[in-house]
Each structure stands twice: as C-alpha cells, then as structure tokens.
C-alpha cells in the first residue's frame, strides 16, 4: 500500500574534518531500513506502508517518529526481508523502530534528544527504542569511536547538531 504523500524526511551529509565537534551529538548510523511513523501507520522513505503485525506498534505514541527498523549490525538483508513483506508476520518480533528524531517537534535537535528519551522510557515497547545519543569531547575520541562501531560490525557515525531544527533535505547539520 501506498501511503498519501511521502514522508518528508531530513537527509545527512558527509561529514568532514575540522568541526567543532562539541556543537554536536553523535549516534551510531543504524544499518536498517528507515521508517516514519506518523501516529497511526509505519511509512518507508519512499512512502510505502509497511505492514507490522498489530502487537508491533501496540503502545506506540500518536506523534511522528523519524527512525531505523533495525535487528542488530549486518542484518540489513534481514530487516529487509521482514519489513518488505505485504502481510503481518512473525518475523517482526526480531525487529525495533530504533528513533532517532521527532520530525514535528520544533525544538533544537539537544531538546528533542531529551524528549525522545523520555518518549522511549514511557511506551515501554521493546519495538520502540530512542537511539543512544552521547557527545565526544574532540575528532580524535570521534574516530576512536567511529573505529570501535565499524570493527564490531557496525556501519558508521551520525553527527547532529544541537541547535538543528528538523527540515527535510540533505542538511549540513546531520552528518555521516
């Protein structure tokens, strides 16, 4: 099924030496398929519904989530073969809606860190989780923390700004 309109949804840009790196959050970069929930339904990228068995998103709040469907690293191909399929099943009880922002609250990106914690701690679902966002004090502890995420079979690094606002686009305040 094909949801109305597709979401519109804020994309990264590649991340390049010399920021400061205090001004930012950073999250591990989640190899999965990312998804919208919009208060009712789960949409892909491109604005198709997915279709998880009802006890998935049992619990779930009515406000929109920006995230990753995720199993653990290096089972995209996984997550992929679960989430795609026409009818419930299952399969989803391997996968989490991993957030990673609040695209209608309009508060700076450090604010809705906070409240997606709390938004996480308060659905106590197992298939929703609020991404670990933490800070480095400098770019060499970020790449001795990009180092450790990629050896253990993770994908990379997200920076985001703690000032950003939610926009849709590529943005040079959310980098990878």
Known sequence: AEA??????????????????????????LDGVRARWDGKQLLSRGGKVFAPPPWFIKGFPKQA???????????????MSIVTRAIPHEGWKQVR??????????????ARVFAMRKLAER??????????????????ALMRRLDKVIATGGEGLMLHHEEAVYRSGRRGDLLK
């Open 65 to 79: 989530l920006d995230g990753e469907l995720w199993i653990a690293p290096g089972r995209y191909e996984d997550v």
């Open 4 to 29: 109305q309109e597709r979401p519109s949804i804020m994309l990264a840009q590649i991340y390049r030496a010399g920021l400061d790196i205090n001004q930012y959050w950073v999250s591990e970069k």
């Open 97 to 110: 809606l991993m957030v990673f922002d609040l695209p209608e609250d309009t508060r700076r990106f450090e």
């Open 123 to 140: 659905t106590k679902s197992y298939y929703l989780q609020s991404v670990e966002q933490f800070r480095v004090p400098d770019e060499e």
